[in-house]
């Protein structure tokens, strides 16, 4: 019964009881007490386990403790693989009946290990007597024992583990006592909770009144201040200039912002220009004017300036906002200067914007706020002053036009006045260079930069005029070149020994006076690389030997002609020589002195007839081959001096039409600038008139300014018709002028006579004296005489070689006829060492994913792809290709394209090699990538060579190779 009780108690406890005061039936029974042991409850708390021994081979223990009084039991939560642990906010009751007790006086506490598969295992448990914490909270702490000793209340360590907690033991009447004033206080609590409700209910009420009265009341002085405050926004103009932004927020990813600005008073609004890619710009020389009508703002008393970035592709961006209130501008010119905002929402009138920098940066401008009827008065006293300035312009126009062409007219007459002194100055030196010879001897270079991977250069002088050398010939007539032997692996040699001669003829010279001295480093694979190069002025050393000693050069353009070089140290080295320049009058008599004292050496009667034979043969021999050369340089000279005649007249007939086509452009120039002027007057008036509001304007004032816009229109008209006429009537003068009469002598003179005379009046002006004109024919006609005899003795030498060839019975094939028949045979062509080099970015993020691909005939071979790469070794790469030069071109394409993952690859660039310099030998290759403009399929012959020579760096970067070309055996 007892049990029953309390249970009905505890029930009671956790229900909201209605009733004043709960009522419980009294039963007595008759029920012996042994020491204090009475009926109860048991509360249980802050449990934990310690050191628990491990049931499972794998893992540790999954514990739970079982608490049991009689038939009351309770169990703890299962914690997962722990032998430590603490139940935290874990509390646990169990009923205490003496009755059901069975003797017992103590609960029985078991610790059990969890298992998913079988049984749980009991850990261990143990016995504790409930009287010690009789209305007292005890804690207890006991090493657990095996089940079966649990009786025995002893407290020794099985190596089991221990269990903890707090317990507290409570007779049923202390519990039903503490219950019933738990309940009391409830009661007492909610009653002062209903008294609280209420008070606070009633005083919120009369809160509320007080503060609808007091709004009442605010709304009615905001509503007589708004009738004030709008009574002095009137209609008007707000006027803005000195426009400019600051510190704009980038609204793109690439590049800075395209902003603009727009200011809105309600209906009304104007836009500035777009400036581009910019975050600071002012907008110079921009004002706008937005009409301010308070019927139309629906109380706002603020002008809306906002900022946008434009985008070409998507919808304009705003980047930010600000409202100004405008009655401090009323008849007041106020610099605004204001941090840019988030737009907010069109509901509130922001009369006094924040100016917090919310980093989209700054608007800037001026902005005065005009009444309608004043602008009205100012815009009429404007309009007026502005119609007299355009007067006044249009007078001041005139003046500086024609004191342009009074400028430009003098202007003309100083570069012909500068144009002819250069003339005669340039006249004047080109008389002190003549025709002779220039000798070289005590040649050397020194310090010579390394051309080559490995080793050193192997370096030769070539010395040419300017721009006219090849490297390949060692001797050439009419562009005379000599070149020094070849030096192997030095960056220091003396040519001992050797001394040239090159020809300078003013007449090839084109006005140029210096010989270019340049060094080579040969190359037996490739074409040979150029040094370094100098520029000599050969006057200096006119019948005087000069020693020079200079610093080599990078090669500048043909275009200029270097008289007096630098000799800074470009680390190339330095080449050294004496050179003297000898007349051709001189360098003849020096050359027969010297025949004349080689003929007394060799002439004495102690020589046999054989020698002297000999010696004759040799001079006949010499004679024949320099009366051939100079034949060859005559008939070349003979062309050349047509082909000048030819191009001076060309150069004639495009100097005058080039002189009628600027005179045209320029006046039409003229016409266009005077007229956009006109127009943009006409328009500017035209704006200030009708620009902004026509109802402002006065009807009769805009007939008078359309009347005087046409006034000067006409005026205009007829000075562009003066100018007309005027550059009609110069170009009539001009064509009179340049025409020429038959010319009665060409009918008698002989062919060649006329060419001579045709060249004589072409390449000299009318200045030239009849005395020049005459020895020049001299000269030529005795040049003809020499070239006649030598073609002579060269036909007489040429018949008798050919006898001489015929009956010893040589006949040598073409050499190069030879060469190629050995090599372009059927084979393989193998590619390996394969790199890549600076290849060039073609997606905005990350680096290009590279692969090559090598292209013969119709098969090609591709590489793996570098991922992320710009420089990439392919190792352990390597492709054959088969070449069979009856059926395919021996030039090998190279692609290199960049791998995407989603659309097509694209193609980086390309370049192209030939196979034959790499037949039977690896040859290392490195080329730089060229764009292609063509499809790779559709490269032609003609296109491929191109590819082959274009060596200049487009920055798509480099491919580098060894190639090896290996015929079929």
């Known amino acids: ?81 722990k032998l430590d642990y603490d139940y935290v906010n874990e509390e646990y009751d169990l009923i205490y009946n003496p009755l059901k007790m069975q003797g017992k006086k103590d609960i029985e506490v078991e610790v059990y290990d969890y298992d998913v598969m079988t049984n749980n295992d009991i850990i261990g448990a143990v016995n504790v007597d409930i009287l010690p914490a009789l209305n007292k909270e005890t804690r207890v702490e006991l090493f657990l024992q095996p089940k079966n000793d649990v009786e025995l209340k002893t407290d020794t360590d099985q190596k089991l583990g221990k269990v903890i907690f707090t317990m507290i033991y409570i007779p049923e009447d202390d519990y039903l006592k503490k219950l019933r004033q738990k309940e009391l206080i409830r009661k007492k609590t909610e009653q002062d909770l209903v008294k609280q409700r209420e008070f606070e209910e009633k005083s919120k009420i009369e809160e509320l009144e007080k503060i609808g009265e007091e709004k009442r009341r605010i709304a009615e002085e905001e509503r007589t201040r708004k009738e004030a405050l709008d009574a002095q926004y009137i209609k008007g103009v707000v006027k803005f200039k000195n426009i400019s932004v600051r510190n704009l927020k980038k609204m793109d990813l690439i590049g800075k912002s395209d902003p603009f600005v727009v200011f809105k008073a309600g209906e009304s609004s104007k836009q500035t ?227 040239y001669e090159v020809v300078y003829d003013p007449a090839e010279m084109e006005g140029k006076h210096s010989i270019a001295v340049e060094v080579y480093d040969q190359d037996s694979i490739t074409k040979n690389d150029l040094i370094g190069a100098v520029n000599i002025d050969i006057l200096p050393s006119l019948n005087n030997e000069t020693q020079i000693d200079l610093f080599l050069q990078p090669k500048k353009d043909d275009k200029e002609d270097e008289t007096k070089p630098t000799n800074s140290d470009q680390k190339l080295g330095k080449v050294i020589f004496s050179m003297i320049y000898l007349s051709e009058q001189e360098w003849n008599n020096k050359k027969k002195e010297a025949q004349n004292n080689k003929q007394r050496k060799i002439g004495s009667p102690s020589k046999s007839k054989q020698q002297e034979q000999e010696l004759k043969n040799q001079k006949e021999r010499e004679l024949k081959a320099k009366q051939k050369e100079d034949k060859k340089k005559q008939k070349e000279r003979d062309l ?61 004032y805009k007939k008078y300014i359309e009347r005087l816009i046409k006034a000067q229109y006409e005026e205009e008209q007829k000075i562009k018709q003066d100018q007309e006429q005027n550059s009609q009537q110069k170009d009539e003068k001009r064509k009179s002028r340049q025409v020429k009469g038959p010319i009665s002598e060409e009918a008698k003179i002989s062919d060649q006579e006329k060419k001579e005379k045709e060249k004589d009046e072409l390449s000299g002006d009318e200045e030239i004296n009849k005395d020049k004109q005459i020895q020049k024919r001299k000269q030529r006609k005795e040049i003809q005489t020499a070239e006649q005899k030598q073609q002579i003795v060269d036909e007489e030498g040429q018949d008798g070689e050919r006898k001489r060839n015929k009956s010893k019975g040589k006949q040598q094939p073409d050499k190069k006829e030879k060469e190629f028949a050995g090599k372009y045979v059927k084979g393989v062509v193998t590619f390996s060492n394969i790199q890549v080099r600076n290849i060039k970015k073609m997606d905005l993020v990350g680096q290009p994913d590279p692969y090559v691909i090598f292209k013969l005939g119709g098969a090609q071979k591709k590489t793996s792809v570098a991922k992320d790469q710009k420089d990439h070794v392919y190792l352990n790469e390597s492709y054959d290709l088969n070449y069979d030069p009856a059926s395919i071109s021996g030039k090998v394409v190279i692609q290199v394209w960049d791998y995407d993952t989603f659309g097509k690859d694209d193609l980086i660039g390309v370049a192209s090699v030939d196979v034959l310099p790499s037949y039977q030998q690896r040859v290392n290759v490195e080329l730089d990538l060229q764009p292609l403009k063509k499809k790779v399929d559709q490269l032609t012959e003609e296109d491929i060579l191109q590819l082959i020579n274009q060596k200049a760096d487009k920055g798509l970067g480099k491919v580098l190779f060894e190639i090896l070309y290996q015929p079929n055996h």
Not at 10 to 24: F, H, N, V
Not at 439 to 448: E, P
Not at 686 to 692: A, E, R, S, T
């Open 640 to 700: 050349k001096a047509k082909k000048e005649e030819k191009g001076k007249k060309k150069d004639q007939q495009q100097e005058k039409k080039q002189a009628k086509e600027l005179q045209k452009l320029k006046d039409k120039e003229l016409k266009s600038k005077q007229e956009e002027k006109s127009q943009q007057e006409k328009q500017l008036i035209k704006q200030q008139i009708y620009g902004f509001n026509s109802q402002y304007q006065d009807e009769n």
């Open 273 to 499: 220009t777009t400036a581009s890619n910019v975050t600071d710009y002012d907008y110079s020389n921009e004002e706008y004017e937005v009409v301010y009508d308070p019927a139309e703002m629906e109380g706002k008393h603020s002008i809306a300036v906002e900022v946008y970035d434009q985008d070409s592709i998507t919808k304009n961006d705003l980047i930010g906002a600000v409202n100004i209130d405008i009655l401090p501008s009323l008849n007041n010119e106020t610099q605004i200067d204001l941090f840019l905002q988030p737009k907010k929402d069109d509901k509130e009138d922001e009369t006094k914007p924040t100016n917090s920098d919310q980093k989209l940066g700054k608007v800037i401008f001026s902005v005065i706020y005009i009444p309608e009827q004043e602008w009205i008065e100012n815009n009429e006293k404007e309009q007026q002053l502005k119609a007299e300035q355009v007067q006044e312009i249009i007078k001041n126009k005139e003046f500086d036009e024609k004191s342009k062409i009074e400028e430009l007219e003098k202007i003309g007459e100083e570069k012909r006045r500068i144009a002819e002194e250069e003339r005669i100055r340039k006249e004047a030196l080109d008389a002190q260079y003549i025709k002779g010879v220039v000798k070289f001897k005590n040649i050397s270079v020194r310090n010579l930069k390394k051309m080559d991977l490995i080793g050193k250069s192997d370096p030769f002088v070539k010395m040419d005029l300017i721009g006219k050398s090849d490297p390949f010939v060692v001797f050439k007539a009419g562009e005379s070149s000599k070149q020094t032997t070849t030096a192997s692996n030095v960056t220091d040699y003396d040519y001992s020994n050797e001394e």
């Open 1 to 81: 019964m007892a049990q029953r009780r309390l249970r009905k108690i505890k029930d009671a406890s956790e229900q909201d009881d209605q009733e004043e005061e709960p009522t419980y039936e009294e039963e007595e029974e008759e029920e012996e007490e042994d020491l204090g042991y009475v009926n109860g409850i048991i509360k249980i708390k802050n449990i934990s386990v310690r050191n628990l021994k491990k049931m499972d081979l794998l893992g540790k223990s999954d514990p739970y403790v079982v608490f049991k009084a009689g038939d009351e039991e309770k169990h703890t939560t299962t914690v997962r693989n």
